[in-house]
C-alpha cells in the first residue's frame, strides 16, 4: 500500500487567500484524523471521520477552518481565509478500528506558510 | 480523561550509549500507550504499542518500552543509540471506554545523538 497520501507537500500563500489541503487515507481504512504541528502548541488534533462522517470538530480553531470527506478515499481541509498564524505543518492520519490499540497511520504532512 | 507528560523536550546521547526517554501518563480507564517517532520533515510513525498484553512491549529499530502501572509510567528505552536514532519521539494514549477514543500525544523529546 502507498500509506497515507497528502498534497501539496509545500504550500505558500498570503494572508487572505483560501487554502486547501487533500489526504487520501490508506485503502480500508474507517477512520481519518487532521492534525496540526507547531512549535508552541506541539501536535493538535483537529477533527476526525468516522466512515466519512465528521465525528469531532472540537479541535477545529475557528471557523474559517472546514473540513470535508466526500469519500472513503478523500478528505480536505480547508482555511478561508487564511492568516499567518495558521503556518504549521497539517497531517492526515488514517487507522482501522478493531477494539480500542488502533494504530494510527500519518501521511508526510503539508508545510504550510502564510505570509 | 486521559493526558501524557513527558519530562525533557531534548535529550542528548554519545552513539551506543543508552537511550532513555521519559513519558508518564494519567488515565482514568485502562490505558493504551504509544511511542511514535518523526524524522525529519517526515510524519509520525509507530514505533510500539502497549495493550494489555505484556508489560515490556518490544519495538522497532531496537526500541523497547516497560509498562508501570504503579509509576503510570511508560518510560522508551534502546541499549545502544545509533545516529540514525535522531529524532522526535512522542508518547501518547488513548483509553477504551466506549466508542472511539482520541489518540493524546505528549509535547514530545528531541533525541539528539553525537559521535
Known amino acids: 500500500d502507498a500509506g497515507v497520501i497528502q498534497s501539496p507537500r509545500h504550500e505558500v500563500t498570503e494572508m487572505g487567500q483560501e487554502v486547501t489541503l487533500r489526504c487520501k487515507p490508506i485503502?480500508?481504512?474507517?477512520?481519518l484524523f487532521w492534525y496540526r504541528q507547531t512549535m508552541m502548541r506541539g501536535l493538535e488534533l483537529l477533527i476526525y471521520?468516522?466512515?466519512?462522517?465528521?465525528?469531532?470538530d472540537s479541535g477545529m480553531p475557528e471557523d474559517r477552518f472546514s473540513a470535508k470527506m466526500p469519500n472513503a478515499s478523500f478528505s480536505t481541509l480547508k482555511i478561508q481565509p487564511s492568516e499567518p498564524r495558521d503556518s504549521a505543518v497539517y497531517f492526515c492520519?488514517?487507522?482501522?478500528?478493531?477494539?480500542?490499540?488502533?494504530?494510527?497511520?500519518f501521511g508526510p504532512g503539508t508545510r504550510l506558510t502564510v505570509t | 480523561a486521559q493526558s501524557v507528560t513527558q519530562l525533557g523536550s531534548h535529550v542528548s546521547v554519545s552513539e551506543g550509549a543508552l537511550v532513555l526517554l521519559r513519558c508518564n501518563y494519567s488515565?482514568?480507564?485502562?490505558?493504551?500507550l504509544f511511542w511514535y517517532v518523526q524524522y525529519p520533515n517526515q510524519g509520525l510513525q509507530l514505533l510500539l504499542k502497549?495493550?494489555?498484553?505484556?508489560?515490556l512491549v518490544k519495538g522497532i529499530n531496537g526500541f523497547e518500552a516497560e509498562f508501570k502501572k504503579s509509576e503510570t509510567s511508560f518510560h522508551l528505552t534502546k541499549p545502544s543509540a545509533h545516529m540514525s536514532d535522531a529524532a522526535e519521539y512522542f508518547c501518547?494514549?488513548?483509553?477504551?471506554?466506549?466508542?472511539?477514543?482520541?489518540?493524546?500525544f505528549g509535547a514530545g523529546t528531541r533525541l539528539a545523538v553525537h559521535p
Open positions: 471521520f468516522n466512515n466519512n462522517v465528521p465525528i469531532d
Open positions: 492520519a488514517s487507522s482501522l478500528r478493531r477494539g480500542g490499540s488502533d494504530e494510527q497511520y
Open positions: 485503502s480500508g481504512h474507517d477512520y
Open positions: 502497549y495493550t494489555s498484553a505484556a508489560t
Open positions: 488515565s482514568s480507564v485502562p490505558p493504551y
Open positions: 501518547a494514549v488513548t483509553g477504551f471506554s466506549g466508542g472511539y477514543n482520541k489518540l493524546i
